[in-house]
């Protein structure tokens, strides 16, 4: 018995003391809650900002890469068709001469 009127005493306590917070109390505390849900909301819109920035990375890295093998495969048609031999054949079908002084070679970058 004297066991249950301690428990009964705390548990009245407790309940007297969390019905009488005070106004600076609440606000504390309401202030606290109020910033965990900001921080929360925040969090998941930076990363869900953060997953949108890196998708455009990716993408961007994708057009880069088709650009550069777009560059690569022009320089190797420039290479083609500037071949020594490949002149020579179309100056000889159009009744050309070829003169050695006159060749140029093209140089990429």
Known sequence: MPNESKREVLTQALQK???????????????????????????????????????????????????QTDLNDAKQEVNELSRYERIAKIAKDAGLSIQNDNIQNVELE
């Open 17 to 67: 003391r969390i019905r009488t917070f005070t106004r600076i109390e609440k606000a504390f505390y309401g202030a606290i809650v109020i910033t965990a849900i900001f921080m929360a909301i925040s969090i998941i819109y930076l990363q869900s900002r953060n997953m949108q920035v890196q998708q455009e990375i990716i993408r961007l890295n994708s057009d880069i890469s088709g650009a």
